[in-house]
């Protein structure tokens, strides 16, 4: 089978491999033909070495995670699933997948759900850890309420896109910080105040949030705090959590770390049939240009979701 690769890490390490062997199933396991891979700044993350601290993993390694497509074969002890089922969720390596920037791929039943009956098969890739990670941050760590005034970070990006809808739906007073969106894109989306980061200092604006959702991390972290009110939140993509600025401000400050399940892939696919989230596709790469793919989601101002074809 066809599949993006790397052979060892590096800026431009990805290799399309036309040989590449088909996943083995094993227990637990289902085997899905994908036809769209999500990329996702963990995707070059992985390729370029930054994930590789901790555990050895050995060459040729398959890139990708989100993926839908369909069900081709199930492994013994898989209960959710059969042949035909069209699904999507996570392939990832990091999870114990075979890896989605593939034709084929293996991953555990508890990675992948039904996909959205409304979302085609390009939408739905583009879903499954933005769209898992915007509901968990908003519902399970924020617990954000109608009213309440959240400052998104990063609302044109992956799940600051996802993040603003779900808290408009939440009834959320929303802030949300973007480079220049030319199209109103934001607005659409249901931002209530947009700041420019690029020209302007959110903290100079905003003054007693409640919650703050950092994508972004850094310096745009740590002003952050600044934002919010006695006793708010601060949740953060990337940032662990920094005590002393939480003792400063009187706030509670909280790292999130994404785990794909069918709980959360089953509340995406709610929001999406039901109308809460739309996902605005970038732009779509075929697999033979996987490289590019990630290096245009890196380096470009991308609007939503990039994804890979796979056909
Ligand atoms: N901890 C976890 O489990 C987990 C899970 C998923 C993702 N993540 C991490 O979370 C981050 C966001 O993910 P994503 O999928 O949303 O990425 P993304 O689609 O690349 O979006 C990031 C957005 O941030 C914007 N941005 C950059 N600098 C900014 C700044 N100073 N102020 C405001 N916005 C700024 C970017 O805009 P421009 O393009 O215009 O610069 C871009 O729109 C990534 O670093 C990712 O690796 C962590």
């Given amino acids: 089978m066809k599949a993006a690769q790397i052979n060892e890490y590096g800026k431009d390490a990805v290799v399309i ?19 769209a891979a999500g990329v996702n700044p963990i995707d070059w993350k992985v390729s370029e070495g930054y994930m590789s601290q901790g555990k050895k993993r050995s060459f040729p390694l398959t890139l990708g995670g989100d993926f839908c497509g369909i069900v081709m074969d199930v492994g013994e002890e898989v209960t959710q699933f059969r042949k035909g089922d069209e699904v999507y969720g996570s392939g990832i390596i990091l999870a114990g997948g075979s890896g989605a920037f593939a034709e084929f791929v293996v991953t555990n039943e ?62 959320a007073y929303v802030a949300t910080t973007a480079g220049k969106d030319k199209t109103g894109y934001l607005k659409k989306l249901g931002a ?47 940032e662990q959590p920094d005590n002393e600025l939480m003792d400063r401000y009187q706030v509670e400050a909280v790292g999130q770390f994404t785990k794909i399940t069918g709980e959360g ?37 991308v609007k939503g979701k990039v994804v890979i074809k796979i056909e």
């Avoid at 590449?20 to 036809?35: F, N, Q, T, W």
């Avoid at 309440?148 to 808290?167: D, E, F, P």
Wanted: hydrophobic share 45%; glycine share 10%; aromatic share 8%.
């Fill in 17 to 35: 491999n036309p040989d590449a062997l088909v996943p083995e199933l094993s227990s637990g396991k289902v085997l899905v033909k994908v036809h």
């Fill in 110 to 171: 508890k990675l992948i759900s039904k996909k959205p009956d409304r979302a085609d098969c390009m939408e739905a890739a583009a879903l499954p850890l933005v769209g898992v990670s915007a509901w968990e941050v908003l519902y399970n760590k924020m617990k954000l309420k109608k009213n309440q005034k959240v400052l998104i970070h990063g609302g044109l990006g992956g799940i600051g896109s996802m993040a603003i809808q779900i808290a408009k739906h939440l009834g």
């Fill in 192 to 238: 209530d105040v947009i700041i420019d980061y690029r020209s302007e200092r959110f903290e100079e604006r905003l003054h007693d949030y409640d919650a703050v959702f950092d994508t972004v991390g850094g310096d745009t972290y740590r002003r952050s705090f600044l934002v919010l009110r006695k006793g708010g939140i601060i949740v953060s993509m990337l």
């Fill in 265 to 301: 892939l089953k509340k995406v696919a709610g929001f999406y049939d039901s109308g809460v989230i739309t996902v605005n596709i970038d732009r779509i790469f075929p697999l033979e240009m996987a490289g590019e793919a990630l290096r245009y989601l890196r380096d470009a101002s």
